[in-house]
């Protein structure tokens, strides 16, 4: 397995874990090399599907050190950031639609102790971040319109990806501060470094990690697989996404 790039992490999705064993599995992708649990939260309104809540993220937290990446996918926002927070929650994003100001519910987020994020969908404008670069610590790409775990790579993501870099950099050299840039759905060895070659530098896989075979080296496999991507020349890179 390569060693890993430095600024680049895997975080894989507990959307698609065994839910029957989920403190388990939590406990496995972190001990096959993967940096950050991705915790997909959908409230059946603001997406067509129903996931997990507070006491599940309670639940986890006792079993990794790794950080906890709360993706909220619900209208409203608000009330929940605090009941996250408190169940220890590291990051928390949410998409700008579903909250009636930015600024405060970013600044709720910080107040609780965690990093902000800001989530968009693959047809959302980034002309939400003008005005909050200076609140964010992540901003998060979603490759597949979100809702439903195992889904395709949209490749018109990575333009995207692409743009939101340059704010990124720019915002860098003008304040010093980092903001991360994570992209979900459709993440795979096959693409993952045409991802990264776009800017991204916070990856979230599910399927792709917890669907991986024993046969073909299970989760250390696939993480394995995607450090290797991850680490390559460019030279040696000419596949598509």
């Given at each position: ?10 975080a ?38 129903l ?60 107040d609780?102790?965690?990093r ?13 971040l003008d005005?909050?670069?200076d609140r ?8 597949v ?10 490749p ?20 010093g ?33 917890f ?19 991850l ?11």
């Amino acid at each position: 397995m390569a060693e890993r790039v430095r600024g680049q992490r895997l975080a894989p999705s507990i959307l698609s874990a065994d839910f029957s064993r989920l403190g388990e599995e939590v406990e496995r992708v972190v001990e096959a090399g993967c940096d950050i649990i991705h915790f997909d939260v959908m409230d059946n309104h603001y997406v067509p599907n129903l996931t997990i809540g507070p006491l599940v993220c309670e639940a986890i937290r006792p079993r990794t050190k790794a950080p906890i990446d709360v993706h909220l996918m619900v209208r409203p926002v608000d009330a929940l950031v605090p009941m996250f927070a408190k169940a220890g929650a590291d990051i928390i994003s949410f998409h700008p639609e579903a909250s009636d100001h930015l600024d405060r519910t970013l600044s709720l987020i910080r107040d609780q102790g965690c990093r902000a994020g800001l989530a968009f969908n693959p047809a959302t404008p980034l002309h939400y971040l003008d005005h909050v670069m200076d609140r964010l610590d992540l901003i998060l790409v979603m490759s597949v319109n979100p809702g439903f775990g195992g889904q395709s790579f949209i490749p018109s993501a990575l333009d995207k990806i692409a743009d939101i870099r340059r704010r990124i950099d720019e915002h860098a050299a003008r304040t010093g501060s980092d903001i991360w840039l994570e992209v979900d759905g459709g993440i795979k060895p096959a693409n993952i470094r045409a991802v990264a070659d776009a800017g991204a530098d916070t990856f979230v896989a599910g399927s792709a990690i917890f669907g991986s075979p024993d046969a073909g080296g299970g989760y250390r496999g696939v993480v394995g697989r995607m450090r290797d991507e991850l680490a390559a020349p460019l030279a040696a890179q000419g596949r598509a996404a």
